[in-house]
């Protein structure tokens, strides 16, 4: 027979318990609780053990266990399994003394009350934890995500991490508090700058749902050079794909550019290093090149967004379809290669003028490999540089360094003897 059962309760106390299980507690011999779970049970005479510290509230649980007690009831919120106390007894009490009850969790609730499915949410605890998975769910633009918060990562300090991010994607705000009790409420919002002076309960779920953000650019106030990530119209399912601002400022600078230029740039994405290169010179022709269709697609959308008429949409597969541009080019960023990294550089050697200039942005050790294997082998000159870059970030309070992804930009030229 169970001697411990481990029963989820919501904030609608002995009243959202059923039959069975309002009779279990009734024969319980030892309650085991907050003050908030054992308050819905006033009058029951059982022992009562306040769960404050739970390595001490398990201790003494162990210790009524060795006394042969049966009948322990121990009280939790929602399901004890998620994100829950009963990963710890599993981890200390023997399993076959262990029965789950469990409640509705305040994530069902939260998803039920805003109308959203959450078969395929994110659930992410900040309670007591660090902002790291959350930061990098938010990077990675996943469509749902559900934030269990606490007295330090509250709502507002979520609202002020998403802010600092300056993510491609917008995300709708949900605070979902006292879900089940009397006093329940639901606030949204698309503005984070209202959620800095309220006041939430301390029982609450952030909510968080993707929108796609396009909003009208003011032109006239964009930067020359270093184009902000978010200004760009981006993949739905890969919002953060693209060559960040950061290192798309360093790889415009080793592009050495001139005006009246002809350009490629490989694997362009959204077009970002295209059209921040079409902005800073107008008599330059750009050769966007891509070879999926939602990339190719993305690149018109924003060569219309930013007004640039010097931007050239390539749809295909490097290399075979450089070799369908006609002459010659002056400068190559070759920010994807679709794993044909060794092919796409035979072809643009023979497609680049004597004084011209080739980048790549490289994020793995392979292909920077065979990149500096072609390279060394056909003589060319190159150099290095190891991008590793952060950017600060809230964590309630204060705040810390989030780094982006380390990228190795390779500038390369003809052999001197050639040039």
């Known amino acids: 027979m169970t001697k411990i059962h481990v029963m989820g309760i919501g904030l609608d106390g002995a009243a959202g318990l059923g039959e069975k299980l309002r009779q279990i507690v009734e024969n ?7 003050d908030r779970h054992l308050s819905y049970f006033p009058s029951h005479p059982a022992k009562r053990l306040l769960l404050r510290d739970f390595t001490e509230a398990i201790a003494e649980i162990r210790h009524e266990l060795a006394l042969g007690t049966e009948g ?5 919120s929602g399901d004890p399994l998620f994100f829950g106390l009963g990963r710890l ?10 029965t789950f009850h469990p409640h509705l969790s305040s994530i069902q609730l939260a998803f039920n009350r805003i109308k959203v499915p959450w078969q395929d949410a994110r659930v992410i605890s900040a309670h007591g934890r660090s902002v790291d998975e959350l930061i990098q769910a938010l990077q990675q633009g996943v469509e749902k995500i559900a934030v269990l918060t606490d007295g330090k990562n509250t709502p507002s300090a979520i609202a002020r991490l998403l802010e600092s991010l300056n993510l491609p994607s917008q995300y709708q705000f949900w605070v979902c508090e006292n879900l089940g009790g009397d006093d329940e409420r639901i606030v949204e919002t698309r503005n984070f700058a209202s959620l800095q002076h309220q006041d ?7 909510v968080l749902l993707r929108q796609q953000r396009n909003p009208q650019l003011d032109l006239e106030k964009l930067p020359l050079f270093g184009i902000p990530d ?14 960040k601002r950061e290192v798309r400022t360093l790889v415009l600078a080793e592009l050495a550019l001139r005006p009246g230029q002809i350009i490629w740039d490989i694997g362009a994405g959204t077009g970002s290093v295209s059209i921040e290169i079409a902005r800073l010179f107008p008599t330059a022709k750009v050769y966007a090149i891509e070879k ?3 990339g190719s697609s993305l690149i018109s959308r924003n060569c219309e967004r930013f007004q640039v008429r010097n931007v050239i949409s390539v749809h295909g597969s490097a290399p075979e379809v450089l070799e369908t541009l006609e002459g010659k080019c002056d400068r190559i960023f070759i920010g994807g290669s679709g794993g044909n990294l060794t092919g796409i550089l035979d072809t643009c050697a023979s497609k680049l003028n004597p004084d011209g200039v080739i980048v790549l942005a490289l994020a793995t ?16 000159e190159y150099q290095l540089l190891q991008v590793q870059l952060s950017r600060s970030v809230p964590i309630g309070q204060l705040t810390r360094f989030a780094p982006l992804n ?3 930009i390779v500038s390369a030229t003809y052999p001197a003897s050639e040039v």
Do not use: Q, Y
């Open 406 to 408: 380390p990228v190795t």
């Open 28 to 34: 319980a011999t030892l309650l085991v609780g907050s």
């Open 89 to 98: 007894l599993l981890a200390e009490l023997p399993p076959e003394e262990l």
């Open 292 to 294: 999926t269709a939602a």
């Open 365 to 380: 050790l392979e292909h920077l490999n065979t990149a500096l294997a072609w390279f060394t082998s056909h003589a060319w």
């Open 72 to 76: 322990i009831v121990v009280l939790v």
């Open 230 to 243: 978010d200004c760009f119209v981006s993949f739905s399912d890969r919002p953060g794909l693209m060559t």
């Open 200 to 206: 939430f309960a301390h029982l609450n779920v952030v």
